[in-house]
């Protein structure tokens, strides 16, 4: 049994804990906020039988073997170095840091005290987008020439003190949504050759809309994030013998079209509640294994991804008050 604790009980860690739930031999045993009352409630919701007022004193008691960090994305690199700090195994909320320098002072950590580390890429694990990326990798579309990917919806009526809108919580749409058709590209072509981006502002300073071309020897991807309105969130992978739809939204999918000529498959591969229960199951793998990190998943991979959202925020111009 994996003893989970879940570190910061806002939004995301009340999807997780459901799903959390639906995958055997794991567990959530602790909880810790800010509050020990929130806390306290948080696991009286999921059944967790221990409650903690503030992160440290989770890490230090011996009620869990592996703690999801799910705070803003500010925190991500000081919470996760201080609970690697106590020897604890982490899955960290993507993206794993703000930027480059971040991440690597946290692998650097796990490296040093042994335990694992990943970020909870969770569309990696999606069991649609696994399949997607074989077909590729094993040429079902021919060369692919042309990538879509797209994230987005309104968040302009947030609380602008919220995570989303202030630029002192790493705000915008780069960090929190772009990461999806970022990752995307970088799963299914690799590091681009080279890239051009271009953004909208909003008034609390963070960038709100940005748009990405991604040059590769043989292909373009084109791919977008906003907080301005919805997309429609369908990929779109184009090669020269075929296309493959991933269904809406496809981060969190259920399942793709594959196109070829007049023949078309409409393929339902489904998932188990909302998603998060197969990176829950990658983390258990790992550990039971004794791996200190994914073959899906790796540090390498976070690095590359880190250092492609680092070049579209250097390209536009988005840079956070606490980074200068
Ligand atoms: N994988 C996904 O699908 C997905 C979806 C949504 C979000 N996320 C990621 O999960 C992380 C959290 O997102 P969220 O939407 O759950 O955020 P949220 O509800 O705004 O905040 C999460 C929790 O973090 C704690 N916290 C610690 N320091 C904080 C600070 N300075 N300001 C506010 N809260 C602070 C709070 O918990 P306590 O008060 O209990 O300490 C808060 O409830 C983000 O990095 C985001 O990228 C991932």
Redesign the pocket.
Same mark, same amino acid.
């Given at each position: 049994m994996i003893r989970w604790g879940i570190?910061?009980?806002?939004?995301?860690?009340? &999807?997780?804990a459901k799903d959390l739930a639906l995958v055997k031999n794991n567990k959530l045993n602790a909880?810790?906020?800010?509050?020990l009352e929130?806390?306290k409630e948080?696991a009286y919701t999921y059944g967790a039988p221990n409650s903690f007022g503030s992160?440290e004193e989770m890490f230090k008691s011996d009620t869990v073997d592996v703690v999801y960090?799910? &705070?803003?994305? &500010?925190?991500?690199a000081e919470?996760s170095l201080l609970a690697m700090d106590y020897n604890k195994n982490v899955l960290c909320?993507?993206?794993m840091g703000v930027n480059l320098g971040q991440v690597q002072e946290m692998l650097d950590k796990a490296k040093e005290k042994k335990v694992f580390l990943m970020e909870? !890429?969770?569309?990696r694990f999606n069991p649609t987008i696994r399949e997607v990326k074989k077909l590729v990798d094993n040429n079902a579309i021919g060369e692919v020439g042309y990538l879509k990917a797209d994230f987005a919806f309104y968040g302009l009526d947030r609380d602008e003190q919220?995570?989303?809108l202030n630029p002192d !919580?790493a705000g915008g749409s780069i !960090?929190?949504i772009g990461?999806y058709p970022i990752f995307l590209s970088y799963l299914l072509l690799g590091m681009p050759k080279a890239m051009t981006a271009h953004s909208k502002f909003y008034k609390t300073g963070v960038e709100i809309q940005t748009a990405m071309i991604f040059e590769y020897e043989n292909a373009l991807s084109m791919l977008y994030s906003g907080l301005s309105s919805n997309s429609e969130m369908k990929a779109e992978i184009a090669g020269s013998l075929g296309s493959i739809f991933i269904k809406p939204r496809w981060?969190?999918t259920t399942g793709y079209i594959l196109e070829k000529g007049e023949e078309v498959s409409d393929v339902e591969v489904g998932k188990l509640g909302?998603g998060?229960t197969y990176e829950i199951e990658e983390v258990q793998r790992c550990l039971e294994n004794g791996q200190l990190e994914s073959d899906l998943w790796s540090h390498q991979n976070t690095v590359d991804l880190c250092s492609l959202m680092d070049s579209v925020r250097k390209e536009v111009g988005i840079r956070f008050p606490f980074e200068s």
């Amino acid at each position: 049994m994996i003893r989970w604790g879940i570190v910061g009980a806002g939004n995301i860690a009340h &999807t997780f804990a459901k799903d959390l739930a639906l995958v055997k031999n794991n567990k959530l045993n602790a909880v810790a906020s800010r509050s020990l009352e929130k806390a306290k409630e948080f696991a009286y919701t999921y059944g967790a039988p221990n409650s903690f007022g503030s992160y440290e004193e989770m890490f230090k008691s011996d009620t869990v073997d592996v703690v999801y960090i799910a &705070t803003p994305h &500010t925190s991500h690199a000081e919470v996760s170095l201080l609970a690697m700090d106590y020897n604890k195994n982490v899955l960290c909320e993507k993206p794993m840091g703000v930027n480059l320098g971040q991440v690597q002072e946290m692998l650097d950590k796990a490296k040093e005290k042994k335990v694992f580390l990943m970020e909870a !890429l969770w569309s990696r694990f999606n069991p649609t987008i696994r399949e997607v990326k074989k077909l590729v990798d094993n040429n079902a579309i021919g060369e692919v020439g042309y990538l879509k990917a797209d994230f987005a919806f309104y968040g302009l009526d947030r609380d602008e003190q919220g995570r989303i809108l202030n630029p002192d !919580l790493a705000g915008g749409s780069i !960090l929190d949504i772009g990461i999806y058709p970022i990752f995307l590209s970088y799963l299914l072509l690799g590091m681009p050759k080279a890239m051009t981006a271009h953004s909208k502002f909003y008034k609390t300073g963070v960038e709100i809309q940005t748009a990405m071309i991604f040059e590769y020897e043989n292909a373009l991807s084109m791919l977008y994030s906003g907080l301005s309105s919805n997309s429609e969130m369908k990929a779109e992978i184009a090669g020269s013998l075929g296309s493959i739809f991933i269904k809406p939204r496809w981060h969190e999918t259920t399942g793709y079209i594959l196109e070829k000529g007049e023949e078309v498959s409409d393929v339902e591969v489904g998932k188990l509640g909302k998603g998060y229960t197969y990176e829950i199951e990658e983390v258990q793998r790992c550990l039971e294994n004794g791996q200190l990190e994914s073959d899906l998943w790796s540090h390498q991979n976070t690095v590359d991804l880190c250092s492609l959202m680092d070049s579209v925020r250097k390209e536009v111009g988005i840079r956070f008050p606490f980074e200068s």
